[in-house]
């Protein structure tokens, strides 16, 4: 779920942009939370003295001429960041495509021209058998993940995997993890794992150094890198 802040701003955007009142069914949907969180949260923007008028029943609207600062981007920046985030589609993340629809309504409001780029969705077909959101989370909070493994042969293994990166290729996710049974960082494609359980044990404080060496080690064997 999106942070409070994070809905506050989404809420305003579609009622900025709506044509006609949203019910808080239709915001809810958008926003994948509760009808009562979306009336919990309009009644706190109203009350930090945000213009939205309507009621339950009946919908809400923005008062015109409510406005939001501009996100300070050149053109070219824009335009870019519009791409990147299209492009978000053909990773088979849904958590992190729907993040990035998030972000293209933001984008769109302060450069309305972005529209005008679209790209294909086409990449990976189907979920991944890991709940990539709670992945990405697991890496920001530096958890610990239990994984049934079956590599290329086969051969499949228990492990314990400390999450450090996530690579999205066009046809697979592959993460970047320590492993505890073979005491080295390994590289783990998410199409391979039959099942996986995130921990409460952590390796906080680890992690950068175990990135910093796999970008010494082992980073231009994994990605194709190229210099701006």
């Keep these: ?24 069914r239709d915001l809810a949907r958008v926003l994948e939370v509760s009808v009562r969180t979306v ?20 919908g809400y609207v923005m008062r015109k001429g409510y406005d939001l600062p501009p996100i300070n981007l050149d053109v070219d920046e824009a335009e870019a960041i519009a791409v990147g985030l299209s492009l978000v589609a053909r990773t088979g993340d849904p958590g992190l495509w729907r993040a990035a629809g998030r972000a293209s ?5 302060a450069a309305p021209g972005t529209r005008k780029l679209v790209t294909s969705s086409w990449g990976v077909e189907t979920e991944p058998p890991i709940d990539l959101s709670r ?10 993940l239990e994984i049934f493994y079956r590599d290329a042969d086969e051969r499949e293994t228990n492990r314990i995997i400390w999450p450090l990166i ?11 993890a320590w492993c505890e049974l073979r005491q080295s ?6 199409d391979r794992i039959a099942d996986g ?16 060496q796999w970008e010494r080690t082992q980073k231009n064997e994994t990605v194709s890198t190229k210099d701006f």
């Design 105 to 109: 309504r933001k984008l769109h409001e």
């Design 135 to 144: 992945l990405r989370a697991a890496i920001r909070s530096e958890t610990k």
């Design 197 to 212: 359980d995130f921990l409460s044990a952590d390796f906080k404080g680890e992690g950068d150094a175990l990135i910093a």
């Design 39 to 58: 009336y919990r949260d309009i009644a706190s923007l109203q009350a930090m003295q945000t213009p939205i008028l309507g009621e339950p029943g009946v």
């Design 185 to 190: 960082l390994r590289h783990f494609r998410v």
């Design 166 to 176: 996530l690579i999205y290729y066009v046809d697979n996710v592959m993460i970047v």
């Design 1 to 24: 779920m999106a942070s409070k802040t994070t809905r506050f701003f989404e809420i305003i955007q579609l009622l900025r942009d709506a044509k006609k009142p949203l019910l808080a």
